[in-house]
């Protein structure tokens, strides 16, 4: 039902509003604390574009929790509800890029490397936009190699929230909770570096980083879905 009335204009337009005035609200009713690598706290405040990375769960509350005034490119799906979420965005933070690593991933790619060239930093989430949970698919680790450019793992978490059992776990945030925002160090690959080796490396880090950050605020972490063979670009 919900698919069908996102599909309409009106539906569309009418979510679209009410997702950017509950933003509005959660940024001014949201205390978040914020721990962040040096180098990568140098990269974020230089001119200079990046990688940011951050798994699909956390996607509801990235609007609230990147720096503020900073600007960032997102890869969003063409599927209505990819770009309801990133026209929403587009007002606080994010540059949407429509396209999908599994479906035409050489769009997608494409889109990301014109963002970059123009100087945005660029924000994926590995594991979307369907999964497996918390794993890793090879597009990042595509875009690494190929620019040599730093990927910075990034999460946040709220409590209290509301997690939806959904493939990912979506935590979905609430108006006047508390949070954290965690920003490990760089990562950079090269194309001499195993694919497979280097998108291990980048799951692992980006798993323990949004582990630290629920476990800081006494949450259970989420737990990544069974590992299984990822699908290549």
Known sequence: MLKSIIRSY?????LTKVMRAYIRM????????RYIDQESEAIIASSKPFLVIFWHNRLGLIANSW??????????????DGCMIGEAM????????????RRKPMNAL???????????PVAI???????PRMRCQPGVIEVARYTGLPILPF???LRPCIQIASWDRFLFPLPFTNGVVMIGGPIYLTKEDNREQA???VEGILTDVTNAADRYLGMKPTAPAPPKQTLSM
């Open 110 to 120: 494409r889109g990301m490397l014109r963002a970059l060239k123009r100087g945005y």
């Open 125 to 131: 989430t590995p594991d979307g936009p369907r999964g």
């Open 155 to 157: 999460t946040c978490s």
């Open 26 to 33: 959660l940024l001014a009713t949201i205390n978040i604390e």
């Open 199 to 201: 998108r291990l490396l």
């Open 10 to 14: 009106i539906g569309y337009t009418t």
């Open 67 to 80: 720096p503020r005034g900073k600007p960032l490119a997102m890869l969003h799906s063409w599927h209505s």
């Open 90 to 101: 587009s007002d606080f933070i994010t540059l949407p890029i429509h396209g999908s690593t």
